[in-house]
Structure formats: structure tokens, C-alpha cells
């Protein structure tokens, strides 16, 4: 995704709360029961939530759990899938929590969804070093073994399904590479979707975007071949953000969503299977220095969330101004910087979606009649964004 980005507990009688992985591993499962009956049963039940007029998904990072807690009983009813974004494949059959992941935050997170009855489709990123997957995937009997695990995960809490989130073919082990992966990565979801599907569990794919049915450098991120998998999958989420990372520039541009999902319609043929990632974040880069910095007080890239970005502005004084044509908002403030003896100016620039953007993106998906949208990420998001996903909702009709 993005954004710059082993507890144990006795069976409670709740047994009914959802449990979460710790570890799949050859077999052995090492199982947590969630301790939320307690938080659960102390809040009086929520009011059914509205659902948006196109099926709305959802990621949900455990670093903005603080954030989205607080929100998540009024808003999970309005959720079609909802998928914790802290799950790592660390081995051929090991799938991990990430070790930052705060477990009180996951366990009350868990306990709301458990409650719900909430559709938990966990992500699942690849977090082993560069070309560690790609080896896995192209022998037969290890991708085999990475499938077991995978389905053995999904089981273990009975989850409604599983999003697969491998971006290291595409930035991290080089387009040299994918000529060789592809394949082996349509092996990999043909095989998986099947094994889930056996269970009755559903199986999601969130990737890159590709712009054409192509292999060119012009095709996108080819790598993961929409076409082939798509009769495989159930959904594919397609990562239709992170336009500017490296300098300064819009995240989300509509030429570029559009572009997107253009690319995407014409390599599977079948935009029922298409579901497009809604940013509802930004980034703010360093743009320049007047005077001696202090190289150890600098500030590179950082980032900003539709939830925070008005605090900034309100704090640096700043002035928005809108980008009509790539449906964002941008504006620049100076960040005097000091180590108590030396003192300069760094210039910087905030680039941003809001909830305006987050709709004029979402009319894009209605109006390719896409499966979807889904929305990175929970906990970013406030609530203009929310006033935008569900226009028609008002405090006399909840």
C-alpha cells in the first residue's frame, strides 16, 4: 500500500469472538483468541449503518488504529469487506503480524468486526526481501506449500476471505524480472483462488495499475497479468494512487485514475471483477532551503491524511488551493528549522486528496460500472470524506 509509512491469551466463553493468526507454519497454527467480549458488551449496539450506492471496501492499517477505533461500530455496517492491513508473509508458510502492531488496538478492532458479522478479508503483504517471492512462486512444490498456508491462515479464523498484496515484483525486484514471474504468479492465484473457493472463502488481489492489455514500458505494472487472473479472483483492487512519491505532485490525478481503469477494463474484459482504491491521503515534500541548514534537523517526505491536513494548514497558516484537473488540493508554507545555534527556512509542499476528490473518484468507478471502491485507508479518512461516500445520509435518517 502506501503512506510513510506474539501475544497469547486464554479461551474466554466468548467463544464466539474472532480469533486472530499469530503464525501459520508448516502445520502448526498458533491461534490468539481476541479478548473483546468485555469492550463489546459494555457499548450499546450501533443503529444500522447506510451503505454508499456502490459497494464500498476498506483497508485498515494498524498504524492509524487510534485514529479509526473510535469511528469503526458506526461505520463497518457500511462496509462490504474490510481487511486489516497487518499480516505478513515472512516464509514459504509463515504468515505473521506485523511485530509495530499494537495488539489492544487489533483485539478491539477485531471484537467490533467479530460483532458486526463483518466480512474480515485480511491483507496479506509480502514482506520478505527482494526476489524471496518470486523464488517461492516459481518451484511448483514451495508455491504449493505457500497456498497450504495461505488456506490453512484464511481457516484458522474462519475469514471471509484473503487480499493478496505482493509489491515487491513490481518495486522491488526489477522489470527485468517479469517476464519470468508472471507466470508463475498466475499459477500462484489460479491455484490459491481455487483452494479458497473450495472453502467458501472469496479471494481478492490489490496491485499496480496497468494501462493496456500490453508488455511495453507504456502497459503499466504487467507483472500481474489482470487478464489471467481475473477468471481466478473475485475482486481485483487496483492501486490507482501513489502518482507522485519520489517529487512533489498530485497522488491521485484523474487523467490517471481514468487511465487506470481504462487499462484495467481492457485487460480483463470484465470491469465486474474491478475495484478502484480510493486515496483519501497526501504527501508533503522538502521544495528548497534559504540559509544554513542544520542537516540533522531537516525534514524529508512526510505525509499528511484527509484527518490531519487541516490541522497543518491551520498551523502553518497556509492557503489550499484547488487543482481542478487532477481533482486535488495543493499549497506551500516555509518550516523554520533550528538546532538551537544554526536556523533556516526549508520551503515545503503539501499535496492532497479530500473528500470532494474522494468522490469525483468514486463517480469515475460508477461510471465504468466498476465492482467497487475501496478505501485507503481507514483511520485516514474524516468526515467530509465520509459526508462524500454517503451523500444521502442525514442525522434525521441514519
Not at 478491539?108 to 526476489?131: H, T, Y
Not at 474462519?158 to 515487491?168: K, L, S
Request: proline letters at 7%.
Amino acid at each position: 500500500m502506501t503512506l510513510d509509512d506474539t501475544p497469547t491469551a486464554a479461551e474466554t466463553p466468548a467463544a464466539s469472538a474472532r480469533r486472530r493468526s499469530a503464525l501459520v507454519a508448516l502445520g502448526a497454527v498458533l491461534v490468539v483468541v481476541l479478548g473483546g467480549a468485555v469492550f463489546a458488551a459494555t457499548r450499546p449496539a450501533p443503529l444500522p449503518a447506510p451503505k454508499p450506492d456502490i459497494p464500498l471496501d476498506a483497508w485498515a492499517p494498524y498504524w492509524a488504529l487510534d485514529d479509526s477505533l473510535p469511528e469503526f461500530e458506526q461505520r463497518v455496517g457500511s462496509l462490504r469487506d474490510i481487511s486489516p492491513f497487518w499480516f505478513n508473509a515472512t516464509g514459504v508458510a509463515t504468515i505473521e503480524i506485523d511485530r509495530n502492531a499494537r495488539d489492544e488496538g487489533i483485539e478491539q478492532f477485531m471484537a467490533i468486526a467479530d460483532k458486526a458479522g463483518a466480512n474480515v478479508v485480511p491483507s496479506i503483504v509480502d514482506a520478505l526481501p527482494a526476489g524471496e517471492m518470486a523464488a517461492i512462486l516459481a518451484d511448483p512444490a514451495t508455491r504449493a506449500v505457500h497456498v497450504d498456508a495461505i488456506v490453512e491462515f484464511a481457516a484458522s479464523d474462519d475469514f471471509a476471505g484473503i487480499d493478496i498484496d505482493y509489491e515487491q515484483f513490481a518495486f522491488a525486484d526489477g522489470r527485468s524480472t517479469w517476464a519470468v514471474t508472471r507466470p508463475n504468479w498466475v499459477a500462484f492465484i489460479t491455484e490459491l483462488g481455487a483452494a479458497l473457493r473450495a472453502e467458501g472463502r472469496t479471494l481478492t488481489v490489490s496491485i499496480p495499475p496497468v494501462y493496456d492489455a500490453g508488455q511495453t514500458a507504456a502497459s503499466g505494472f504487467w507483472v500481474y497479468d489482470y487478464g489471467a487472473i481475473a477468471p481466478h479472483v473475485d475482486r481485483i483492487r487496483i492501486m490507482a494512487y501513489d502518482f507522485s512519491v519520489v517529487n512533489p505532485g498530485p497522488i491521485a490525478p484523474l487523467e490517471f485514475v481514468e487511465r487506470s481503469i481504462l487499462g484495467a477494463i481492457a485487460a480483463t474484459g470484465q470491469p465486474d471483477k474491478l475495484v478502484l482504491g480510493l486515496a483519501a491521503y497526501g504527501r508533503n515534500w522538502p521544495v528548497g532551503e534559504s540559509g544554513l541548514c542544520p542537516a540533522s534537523e531537516l525534514q524529508g517526505r512526510t505525509s499528511v491524511t484527509a484527518r490531519s491536513v487541516d490541522e497543518l494548514i491551520a498551523l502553518r497558516g497556509a492557503t489550499p488551493i484547488a487543482v481542478p484537473e487532477t481533482g486535488e488540493w495543493t499549497f506551500d508554507y516555509d518550516l523554520e528549522v533550528t538546532d538551537g545555534t544554526t536556523t533556516c527556512v526549508q520551503g515545503r509542499r503539501v499535496h492532497y486528496v479530500d473528500g470532494d476528490g474522494v468522490r469525483l473518484r468514486m463517480d469515475l468507478a460508477r461510471a465504468y460500472q466498476l465492482n467497487g471502491v475501496s478505501l485507503w485507508a481507514l483511520g485516514f479518512e474524516d468526515d467530509a470524506v465520509w459526508d462524500q461516500i454517503l451523500p444521502t445520509v442525514t442525522s434525521e435518517n441514519p
